[in-house]
């Protein structure tokens, strides 16, 4: 496989031709992620890698399927055709569960007012703050929220590129809504309630609240739900269903089970 550098990346785009999912765009675009194919002059066969998820197009190659070194997290693994699931299967042996994702629709669906309303539906004690200074560092700190801002390159670049609400319980951090990934126009969102504060309508603020920022700055906040949960919060906030798509967890190791 071949590895493709910054001004080879567009070798691959015929392949991802009408496949509206940000994570490509921000490869394709330059600002974020890696990419391979089976041959840099003519692919056939491609991989773009961004955040934990690689997508794969064209005809299945398994030197496609691999895990980055030192990976110690699931990979999720985006096909563009069923067509690679068998193979993931086999390159993979006990360690590939496939799933289901949700995307939705791309479009200006929101009602500002409602937005409004939902960011300020806090339970007393916490509050709203923008994700910057200190809390980018304990953001990165803690295993359930690193996703806020790890796909960046340092504290300067989300600084310069991210965009991040945090959910506060008097100076600690336990929830929060930010960009997972960049790309031209517009951010892709991670929503994230440490376990033992969930259920409290925090997610629903902190995301209400990182969309109007969004809408302010001239930013498309781009959702994708990983769950049906997920979808539902989605649709609250304004979004619409586009489609449900399959997906396929890779573990570095064979797990005890693998998750329903």
């Known amino acids: 496989m071949n590895a493709l550098r910054k001004e080879e990346r ?3 785009a015929p392949l991802y031709a009408g496949w509206e999912e940000t994570c490509i765009w921000s490869y394709l675009q330059g600002q974020m992620g890696s990419g391979w194919a089976d041959d840099a002059a003519c692919p056939r066969s491609a991989r773009i890698d961004t955040g934990d998820f690689s997508f794969l197009a064209g005809e299945p190659e398994a030197g496609l399927t691999f895990l980055p070194p030192g990976c110690s997290d699931p990979r999720i693994f985006v096909p563009d055709t069923e067509r690679w699931g068998p193979l993931l299967k086999a390159c993979h042996p006990g360690r590939c569960k496939r ?3 949700y995307a939705v629709r791309k479009e200006d669906c929101f009602d500002r007012e409602r937005l409004r309303r939902f960011s300020r539906l806090l339970p007393e004690g916490y509050r709203l703050a923008p994700i910057e200074g200190r809390l980018y560092e304990v953001a ?3 295993p359930w929220s690193r996703d ?3 796909h960046f390159d340092g504290r300067e670049d989300y600084a310069r590129r991210g965009l991040g609400v945090a959910v506060l319980r008097g100076e600690e951090l336990v929830g929060g809504a930010s960009s997972y990934t960049v790309y031209d126009g517009g951010i892709e969102i991670e929503i994230s309630v440490r376990k ?3 259920r409290q309508g925090l997610a629903l603020a902190s995301a209400a609240q990182l969309i109007l920022r969004c809408l302010e700055r001239g930013l498309y ?3 994708d739900a990983a769950h049906s ?5 989605a649709q609250k906030l304004g979004y619409r269903l586009d489609r449900r798509y399959p997906a396929y967890f890779v573990f570095p190791e064979k797990p005890d089970r693998l998750p329903r």
């Open 196 to 198: 033992d504060c969930r």
């Open 221 to 223: 906040p781009s959702w």
């Open 10 to 12: 567009g070798c691959i």
């Open 99 to 101: 799933t289901y994702r």
């Open 140 to 142: 990165m700190e803690n």
């Open 148 to 150: 806020f801002c790890a």
């Open 229 to 233: 949960g997920s979808l539902q919060l």
